[in-house]
């Protein structure tokens, strides 16, 4: 709040001073010994203080000297007279002073201070405290005493038992005291020892660590704070501004002693930050005059594991070596530029470092490095792709070199063999064929064998250091080149001559085979089809086996002379042999199949034959044996399947139509259920018919679409359903029985309950539930009312949340509703009849009629109650009504 009015004088609110109110006489101690104090504190800094207040300030010379001490100005030259009209122009000089300064004096005059009127010295000098020590005080835009009170509570928020709101019951304990000088020095006070409950202790702690080592003078004596109830407000606010001026001062002090640490830390990180770039700088240019020369190193290597090392070395370089120095060498451009935006936020000259470490030096040896790199790193690769051609060339001289040495291994060997002389035709047409492929394979070499002539002559041209080795094996391949065309020509003419001689026979031989291949392949596929299990499962698959069957046996005839032709062919073969003897050494060479081997498979054919005619003739007669079990199921499922479902539908429609009275629904039901549990023997004779077609494995049934599966769940739901159904009726009997409900009130409640359920489930959900009540008169509006009577009606009928209400629930909610009137007029009427002129019954009166079992019962219930006049096992009505029908039915 701001203490000044429009005009800019100083306003004061609650501090007004009253000329015609007396102080409190608390409040005046208080004040003296506060405004004393705070007083002797200013003054002893002139070397003088005061004893009595309103004495002492009288002649106006010690007040004008404190308002020069506190405020730092000069105030006009003083009276020296011991006169009135001295005091009244000194005290008048004062308080022109303190107006000068924008305080509004209220009620205080010169004549009142310099008579010693108390009250007007007490006030006076509670101004000068407001303008002078407490007007000056601002907190987070609040000033004056709110920003006194504020930084109070900033101060001591961090303490529990502490909540300063005010200037006086909020520093009756003291805690309050103790917790500034805490938060400040928190070395002067165990905070952590002292008790709310001992305010004597806290404020007397307090007060003397402030005197001692604040230099803050005792102000008040804890019995004035204790002693009173509410301690001035005044003298409090004194004390405390006290308190914040020496803090604040201190906080100054710390304030500007942590700035020159600052400036000195901050000259020192420089000088660091110097010292680190030299080094830093020395380092990188001495690493990167002791790299240059390694990189400007051009010696070459004679092999590519050399080269490969230097490669790998120089790779190492650029991983692991060089990324550090790149760090290192953006970390000294990252200091540098660092360092002289500090200096120059310093106001601090640029640094210039040594001579040779500027960086414009460090990049100019980076670059040659660079440089020099690029250059080492261009020779290494053509060095590599140099050595990399050469060791291509040997690499290749060896693998042509080795794989032609490998084709020509032997190779003159089997050109010097006669085995020609006792081949067969077939032998000496093979041979001529294998040589005619060899003197291709040979002219191919050709080609090779030129091509390592060329690569080693490459070689030589340049310079491969291992030469020698490789021109003495291109000579030996040459030479056995030559070797080898020589022995070609000579067996190609002897293998010649021999041909001729067996042409005939070869001939014969090659007949025999394309005609035997064929036939034996059609026998052993004969066999395969003959002996092949077949797996069916109609009449019409078998019946197709049987077919294809009939189909292979009318091509037999033509088979056999087939066979009678090939062995005619290996007749004519062993004649020619004989006649002109010529030499048979070995079999015939285009297959592997002679005549013993044709008639034994041909007898094996013969022998299926009627091996696979039994088979199909008796898996014919199982198909039609599974056929019969399957027209068999099928006609009795297409009858009970339908009937299952038509009893399902009427026993729905029996549900829900009314005809007649419940008793004759039931009756009428029993006899249903009778009729469909004779009908079990027809479901048992499926059964069985389906236990023959799963021991035949029969898995499909064209003839009907229903499985036994589905007939035993409809069987099983048409039990469940028709038990249901009755049991059903039953309980509205009982219901009807035990309410009263009259046949036609049953026939009303069905006839609305089907009306509103539309899918015809037997449920009726709940929005279809309030429209069936709606309609039989419940008033269940559309407002919260009638939401909640309609939620306690559905917490009725559904206990279980389910959502929907079935008939059984909706007739015992309605017999209740329409029958809970009737009932308690009977149960009056009872007990009238029973109590005669009494109003009690005995429990033993009215169980004596009963049989043993209901009167042990009926006697039971009711003797826990007490009639009147404590007789026991005596009822009046409402215990009488209890017992029969419990708290929960009245």
């Known amino acids: 709040m701001d203490p000044y009015d429009g005009d800019g004088n100083y306003m004061h609110q609650e501090d007004d001073w009253d000329r015609d109110m007396l102080l409190d006489p608390a409040w005046e101690k208080q004040q003296r010994k506060t405004f004393t104090a705070w007083c002797n504190s200013h003054l002893r800094k002139a070397g003088t203080q005061i004893e009595n207040i309103e004495e002492d300030f009288r002649d106006g010379l010690k007040l004008m000297l404190l308002l020069e001490v506190i405020s730092g100005e000069r105030l006009a030259k003083p009276e020296r007279g011991k ?93 309050g005291f103790c917790a500034l000088i805490h938060r400040h020095r928190p070395e002067l006070i165990d905070y952590g020892k002292l008790r709310k409950d001992d305010p004597m202790t806290n ?13 803050i003078p005792k102000m008040l004596d804890a019995e004035d704070i204790v002693g009173t109830a509410r301690p001035d407000e005044k003298a409090i606010m004194t004390y405390v501004s006290s308190f914040y001026h020496a803090f604040s001062g201190a906080q100054k002090a710390e304030t500007a002693a942590n700035r020159i640490c600052k400036v000195l830390a901050v000259n020192q990180e420089n000088e660091q930050l110097m010292e680190d770039y030299e080094k830093l700088a020395s380092d990188l240019l001495d690493w990167i005059r002791r790299t240059i020369p390694w990189l400007e190193n051009r010696m070459p290597e004679n092999t590519m594991q050399a080269m490969q090392q230097k490669l790998e070395d120089f790779r190492d370089y650029r991983r692991l070596h060089k990324p550090p120095k790149v760090q290192e060498k953006c970390q000294l451009e990252i200091n540098f530029n660092t360092l002289q935006t500090k200096l120059r936020l310093s106001n601090r000259p640029a640094f210039m470092p040594s001579e040779g470490k500027m960086v414009s030096d460090i990049n100019n040896a980076w670059g040659n490095l660079e440089g020099a790199e690029k250059g ?327 003839h009907t679409n ?73 008033d269940i509006a559309n407002d919260a009312q009638g939401e909640n009577e309609f939620s306690r009606i559905m917490s009725v009928v559904d206990p279980n949340r389910m959502g929907i209400v079935t008939f059984q629930a909706f007739i015992d909610f309605m017999s209740r509703e329409t029958a809970d009137t009737d009932t308690a007029d009977q149960v009056m009427a009872s007990f009238k009849v029973l109590a005669g002129d009494k109003n009690y019954i005995l429990a033993d009166e009215l169980c004596r009629e009963l049989p043993p079992d209901q009167a042990e019962y009926c006697i039971a219930r009711m003797a826990p109650y007490t009639g009147p006049d404590g007789v026991p096992g005596a009822l009046d009505y409402m215990s009488f009504s209890t017992a029969l029908y419990g708290e929960s039915d009245l």
């Open 203 to 215: 404020l007397n702690t307090a007060f003397d660590v402030a005197e001692k080592y604040l230099d």
């Open 706 to 778: 229903y499985t036994m599966e589905h007939i035993r769940v409809g069987w099983e739901q048409l039990l469940t359903t028709i038990a249901r159904t009755i049991n059903e009726i039953e309980n509205q009997i009982l219901t009807r029985d035990a309410k009263g409900i009259s046949q036609e009130q049953l026939n009303e409640f069905r006839a609305s309950f089907n009306h509103f359920d539309r899918d015809h489930s037997g449920t009726l959900g709940a929005e279809e539930f309030k429209a069936c009540l709606i309609s039989l008169g419940f």
């Open 376 to 702: 080492y790193e261009e020779w290494l690769l053509n060095e590599i792709r140099r050595l990399e051609r050469l060791d291509h060339l040997a690499e290749k001289f060896r693998q042509k070199a080795a794989i032609h040495e490998a084709w020509t291994e032997g190779k003159e060997n089997l050109l010097q063999k006669r085995d020609y002389e006792t081949a067969s035709l077939s032998e000496i047409k093979a041979l001529l064929k294998k040589h005619e492929a060899f003197e291709s394979d040979l002219a191919a070499h050709q080609d090779r064998v030129e091509q390592i002539a060329a690569i080693a002559q490459e070689l030589n041209e340049l310079d491969y250091y291992d030469s020698p080795s490789v021109n003495a094996r291109c000579q030996r391949i040459c030479d056995q080149w030559d070797a080898l065309g020589g022995l070609t020509q000579k067996r190609s003419e002897a293998l010649q001559r021999t041909e001729k001689l067996l042409e005939t026979i070869d001939q014969l031989y090659l007949e025999f085979a394309k005609r035997a291949a064929p036939f034996n392949n059609w026998m052993e596929g004969a066999m395969e089809d003959l002996q092949d299990t077949f797996i069916v499962h109609t009449i019409e698959e078998i019946q197709g086996l049987s077919t294809a069957h009939d189909q292979f046996k009318a091509t037999l005839p033509e088979a056999d002379k087939e066979r009678i032709a090939i062995l005619g062919i290996h007749s004519e073969i062993a004649k020619i042999v004989q006649t002109y003897h010529v030499n048979m050494a070995g079999t015939n060479p285009y297959t592997t199949i002679n005549p013993e081997e044709i008639n034994a498979k041909w007898d094996k054919v013969r022998q299926l034959v009627p091996q696979r005619d039994q088979a199909l003739v008796e898996e014919h007669a199982r198909q039609q044996n599974n056929e019969r079990l399957r027209r068999q199921f099928a006609n009795q499922a297409n009858v009970i399947g339908p009937w299952i479902q038509t009893k399902m539908e009427e026993i729905g429609r029996i549900s829900i139509e009314m005809h007649g009275t419940l008793e004759d629904q039931l009756s009428h039901l029993r006899q249903y259920e009778k009729s469909i549990i004779n009908y079990k023997p027809k479901i048992d004779q499926l059964e069985g018919d389906y236990q023959l077609i799963q021991e035949a494995l029969i898995f499909d049934n064209k």
């Open 83 to 175: 006169m009135r009209v001295h005091k009244i122009s000194n005290v008048n000089k004062a308080l022109g002073f303190i107006a000068s300064k924008g305080v509004k004096l209220v009620s205080i005059g010169a004549e009142e201070i310099v008579d010693g009127n108390a009250k007007m010295t007490l006030g006076m000098i509670w101004t000068i405290i407001l303008r002078f020590a407490i007007q000056d005080i601002s907190v987070e835009e609040t000033s004056a005493k709110e920003g006194l009170l504020l930084w109070c509570q900033r101060k001591t928020a961090p303490y529990k038992n502490v909540n300063i709101q005010n200037f006086h019951i909020s520093w009756k304990d003291g805690l």
